[in-house]
Structures are given as C-alpha cells and as structure tokens.
C-alpha cells in the first residue's frame, strides 16, 4: 500500500509531518527519507519513472479550493482534482518523476495552485545512468549536397552496467547512414549518395542483453542543403492505369544557381517517350508519355530515369520507375 508523502504548509493549510515515504519504481518498492517539507529520492536510475505523490490537508476553519497543480519540467507528470476542501480533507496530489536524459543531482518543483495561495513541493534526486549511449544522438548538422568528406560521429556505450552487457544492431528498414557498432563504440557515417536537400532522420535501435533495458536507440540526423530539388523522387504507375503520362520537376535549392538537364533516359530500354522542358527559377520539366503498365511489367530489371545535369555532385542520378499493384 503506497503512503503518501504529507506536505506542511503554514497560514492555514498545513499538512502532516512524515519522516519517510514509499517510492515505488517500476516493479520494485523503495523506503527513502523525505524531509518535512518535499522529498529527497536519494540515488535513482535513470530509466525509471518514480511515483513520488502526495497529500495536502486543509486544516483551516474555512473552505480552501485546489485550483490545479503543476512542475516547473516537463519530467514532472503532475494531477490533482480540482475541488474544495472541507476543514481536515485530505487532497492528493499524483506526481511522477521520469529522470530520462538527467545525470547527476537534480532539484525540481511541484506547485499547489490553490484560491490565493500557492504550495510548493521541492523534489531531489541523485540520478544515475545504468545504461546508454554518449552522446544520445548523432546529428551531422547541415551538410552541403553532394560532399562526401564528412568526419563520422562516435557514441560510445556507458553506464554501471556498460562492461557486461552485449549488444546488438538494429537497423532500420532502410538506411540513409552507414551505421557500425563495435566493442561498445557507436560509428555513425554519412552516406555518399545523400544528395537531395531535405532533412534525414532515422532511428537506430540496439538489442541489449540488459533484463531493465533491453534497448536502446539513438537518433542519426543531418540535414542537406544546397543541392537539388527533385520532385517526385519515384515514379509511380498502377497497374490499371493504362498507357500514362508522368512528370518530374527539378530546380536548385538555391533558385539563383544556374542548372542545365543535359539528357533524360528511360533504362534499361525504352518505356516511355521524354521531352524536357525549362521552367522559371531555373528549373527544368521532364515529361515522360505513353508509359504502359503491361510493357514495364515485362521487364526482368527495375526500369529507371536517369538524368544527367552540369550541377555538382549530381551530375547523373536516377529516379525508379515504380509499378504498384491494386
């Protein structure tokens, strides 16, 4: 049965006094101090959410009303009933903790909004990292398109129980990183063919052999400027579209930027007829006719577009034809 941490306000809202209180985290139950008024939760992991709530008690002669209640972090899940308390009412106050992404001594604050008065309610922790990466991401910031020379970024596995748990990588379905884990050491790359603008991001989990924690993840991020805008980036063509007409637009993500389309092909071989087309901006149009479905799923090969250009680091790139099923 959980006891309630009993906060002891002055001027006419006061509270019992406790010397202890229980915290349960997780699945586990554990007797801390608490100090008169707040809670001290001494040393905690930090991938435990703890349930610190408590109690306030109108020992006035009047009626006092709970207005709400509040923490100053967004780690703070603070609930209370907003109502009126009767002399001697009792009044809880459901408070959780979650000290994710904290290390070291922390000091937070639930506050008691009531008619005319606030109550404040200190709570401190020492927080502990059993296990995790540093840093928590990898964030190549902004990369300008087409270059390749991108010095990688290291997250390397600690905590308590760094040393005795193995790990595993789990890639995501389909990367835009090339992605290494080694010994405990994170080794995040950018990949070369990211030449798009646009912002990258993608989560990679790792298997643990921690029972507590038996994953984590770390966001792999960077975000390409300054090359071109291709829109759509796939061809796509249904199956019960009959013979067809597609599109693609480009232009430099910087619109003062000359660019030329030197070519656009249909490969492996000929499944459409391309024209092109230039459009303000500096932008180019590639309209492709007479695309038919049942020609295209003849084809033992991916058919593709591919286009050659006179900008930088995308002089020749493809865009896959993409036939879709009903």
């Not at 006891?3 to 010397?19: D, F």
């Not at 202890?20 to 139950?29: L, N, P």
């Not at 430099?252 to 007829?273: M, N, Y």
């Not at 084809?299 to 680091?313: M, V």
Request: aromatic content about 6%; overall charge positive.
């Amino acid at each position: 049965m959980r006891i309630l941490c009993v906060l002891c306000v002055l001027c006419g809202l006061n509270a019992l006094a406790a010397e202890s209180t229980v915290v349960r985290v997780g699945r586990k139950t554990e007797v801390v101090s608490a100090p008169k008024y707040g809670v001290d939760l001494g040393t905690i992991d930090q991938h435990r959410i703890v349930d610190c709530s408590f109690a306030i008690t109108n020992n006035n002669w009047r009626e006092r009303a709970v207005l709400g209640a509040y923490g100053n972090c967004a780690c703070l899940s603070v609930d209370v009933e907003r109502k009126t308390l009767k002399r001697g009412e009792v009044c809880p106050v459901k408070v959780l903790f979650n000290p994710a992404g904290f290390e070291g001594p922390v000091d937070k604050l639930v506050t008691v909004q009531l008619d005319g008065k606030k109550v404040e309610y200190p709570i401190k922790a020492n927080v502990r990292l059993r296990l995790g990466f540093r840093p928590l991401d990898a964030n190549f910031g902004v990369v300008a398109a087409g270059q390749t020379a991108v010095a990688p970024i290291v997250c390397k596995i600690a905590g308590t129980v760094a040393g005795e748990t193995a790990l595993e990588l789990m890639p995501p379905e389909k990367p835009h990183f090339d992605v290494k884990l080694e010994k405990g050491v994170f080794r995040a790359a950018f990949r070369e063919g990211m030449r798009y603008p646009g912002l990258y991001a993608e989560v990679w989990k790792v298997k643990t052999s921690d029972p507590e924690i038996p994953e984590l993840r770390v966001n792999v991020s960077a975000r390409v400027a300054g090359g071109l805008s291709v829109s759509p980036q796939a061809i796509e063509l249904r199956q019960e579209d009959g013979v067809s007409r597609r599109q693609v637009l480009i232009r430099p993500e910087d619109v003062k930027r000359p660019l030329k389309v030197l070519s656009a092909e249909t490969k492996p071989r000929k499944w459409g007829d391309v024209t092109l087309t230039q459009r303000p901006l500096n932008g180019w149009q590639i309209s492709v006719q007479g695309i038919d479905p049942e020609v295209v799923r003849q084809f033992s090969k991916r058919p593709f577009l591919e286009i050659t250009t006179d900008f930088p680091g995308m002089e020749k790139f493809a865009i896959p034809l993409l036939l879709r099923q009903q």
